[in-house]
């Protein structure tokens, strides 16, 4: 009974309600009860988030052992990050793993400070950049930060250090040192050039490498001008590079400008005095050298007759400055009688077309010497000997002697070089006269009587040398005819009737008779010695003798030339 008093009770206790309920909801739409509201203030506090990383860090470009950051170049930091606040952030690159930040400032490492970025938006790329200093360490850990301007919570609590190159550490490179450079001038044609060095670089325990270059520039181990341009360059050593340039064995002489450069092994130039100084070095002027010299060929000089004769002196000058571009300012050719010799004859002011003849001309041979790179050339020189100069063969005034030539090679420097021909050649005698006649080309006795006879002796023949020799002459002739040469007729006048003296007013009876066999007479014309000879005259005569026919006579007489003794030249 009770559970079923419960369950009415329950039962009517819920119709009561449900009937009150619908009562207030009715009077509620039909505005039947007053409402009564309060308002309500609703306040919460939102905390400020710390920026996240979404990209980064990393340097660019890369600062690794490999690839440093020379002194004086930049390590640049770049990252990316968002803040769910949407405040602005800072990247900031710092020596330990804290930071501080400030409210509304940029924040600032517990340590060294690498370097801060300014203020970046949400979601944008920061960077910043730090000069690597003389005094940094070779390699210097970092730890980046992103921190937003509030005061608590403004940093990411991990400093991030990167991955793989790209992240720390950050490395320095630091530029060698370079304190003295020198080199071993002066040196010859074939020799070596060195230069050595006081350098290293210490501070990185690097390796460094000397370049010389011909003009100043490099870039990176090489001289601007290429390869061409560069007297030498060593490998990457611990310290104190060499290297040396091979001098060609034919090379001008010269004072050279070298330009001496230390990188390390990456490349990064040294400072100071020493870099790019100029350590120039000198090549030695090497005096020139002459050899295989020749006059005329080897061959026996003959004259031409009252003229000038050429002949050819040869040599070969070598010089290990070079034989090109002006290097041999002058070769010179020396002609001369060895009795007088080269020291007789080594000037211009010696000079005699008897026995010397200096300062000849040579010239070079068209394709002995054709660049820089020949050291030698052959030379030929022409000589013009006058006719009367000095014969030295047999029965002459030296006949022990020859005819020699030395050439004179003389270098820009003046430095000189002679040789003498080895062997001489003879200088020929040369017979030569020209005759003057009181009629030209004729004795011609004038009109004369049976009888009569030119007396004195008065008509001349003057004889002019024409050649190197002192003269003698042979006298011979014929009968002169009407019908000369035939003479078959008539009464010629036999050669015996005319008669020639060497003195002026010989009488007639004191000449000597002309004979059909050639007579030789003691004329003693005088040897040339300068273009104007001394000449000698002879004078002739004929008498007419009796029983001559009338008529018009003529005939030949030969007059030879022949050697004169010597002293008589």
Known sequence: ?????????????????????????????????????????????????????????LEDPTSSSTTPTNVGSNTTWKATASDSNGDNYYLIICSTGSVTPRNGQDPICVATTWCTSSATASTQEASCSRTALVGDAVSNAWYAFVCDGGSSAACNTTGQQGTGDSGTPFDVNHEPTFTTAGNNTPQDPGGTVTWTTTAADSTD??????????????????CDGGGSDTWCSSSQVASNPTCGFSVPAVYPDDTYAAYVYIVDAHNFPATGTYQAS?????????????????????????????????????????????????????VLGYVYRSGVAYTGCDTSGEANNNYCYPEVTCTVVGGTCTDITDGSANYTCTASLQYYADPTDTLTQYPTDTWKDTIKATDDDSATHTVEVSTGVEMNSLIGFELGYTVTGAINYGNLGVGEKNDPLDKIIT??????????????????????????????????????????????????????????????????????????NTWWGIEIPAGTTLGTYSGANTISAVKGETTSW
């Not at 206790?13 to 309060?38: P, Q, Y």
């Not at 325990?205 to 090489?222: E, F, N």
């Not at 040469?485 to 008669?499: D, R, V």
């Not at 059909?516 to 040339?528: C, D, H, R, S, W």
């Open 463 to 536: 004889t002019t040398p024409t050649g190197n020799i002192g003269l003698d002459q042979e006298h011979s002739g014929n009968s002169m005819c009407t019908d000369y040469p035939t003479c078959s007729g008539g009464t010629p006048i036999t050669a015996g009737y005319q008669h020639y003296a060497l003195a002026g007013s010989t009488a007639y009876a004191s000449g000597t008779a002309l004979t059909g066999t050639a007579f030789e007479i003691e004329l003693n014309v005088p040897k040339p010695i300068t273009g104007t000879p001394t000449t000698k």
């Open 205 to 222: 325990s690097d390796t460094v490498k000397l370049i010389v270059c011909k003009t100043t520039g490099i870039t990176g181990d090489a």
């Open 1 to 57: 009974m009770q559970n079923n008093n419960h369950s009415f009770f329950e039962k009517t206790w819920s119709k009561v309600l449900l009937s009150l309920l619908c009562i207030v909801i009715f009077f509620s739409l039909i505005g039947g009860f007053n409402a009564i509201a309060d308002t309500v203030t609703t306040a919460v506090t939102v905390g400020n988030s710390a920026p996240v990383f979404t990209a980064g860090p």
């Open 278 to 330: 100029n350590v120039s070095f000198v090549i030695s002027n090497k005096s020139p050298v002459v050899s295989a010299v020749t006059i005329n060929g080897g061959s026996n000089i003959d004259l031409t007759e009252s003229t000038t004769k050429n002949i050819t002196l040869t040599a070969t000058v070598t010089d290990n400055n070079s034989c090109y571009g002006g290097e041999i300012n002058s």
